[in-house]
């Protein structure tokens, strides 16, 4: 789970997974603290409550994933920013052009063996 300070909006333009918060730092979010935990953690409230009010502290908000999020004590589930990924192409016709080709060179578009 990742801290973050300021600015409502979350815009990402990084390579780096939004889980640990480099690329929500590298986004230009001010990320001022981590609390990583492992994958598929089953949240206990007393894990969520210890993020919220160290947040507090910081005069920060708690960030997450909505695959994480989906495991939170639903009590606590609306102090905590969840912060999704959306691919957005910046020439939508050209991956439709490259799909295009990829589907050309499957075994299913070949055409009979020899």
Do not use: C
Not at 16 to 34: F, H, I, K, M, T
Not at 78 to 86: S, W
Request: glycine share 10%; no cysteine.
């Amino acid at each position: 789970m990742t801290i973050t300070q300021g600015g409502e909006r979350i815009k990402r333009r990084s390579r780096g997974p939004l889980e640990s918060g480099d690329g929500l730092a590298q986004g230009g979010v001010n990320v001022v603290a981590r609390r990583p935990f492992p994958d598929h953690y089953a949240y206990s409230a007393r894990d969520i409550e210890n993020v919220i009010e160290t947040s507090a502290r910081l005069g920060a908000t708690p960030v997450t994933t909505p695959k994480d999020a989906a495991r939170l004590p639903p009590a606590l589930l609306a102090q905590v920013r969840v912060v999704g990924v959306r691919l957005v192409w910046d020439d939508a016709a050209a991956i439709e052009r490259l799909l295009e080709g990829i589907g050309r060179l499957s075994p299913r578009h070949a055409g009979p063996r020899s």
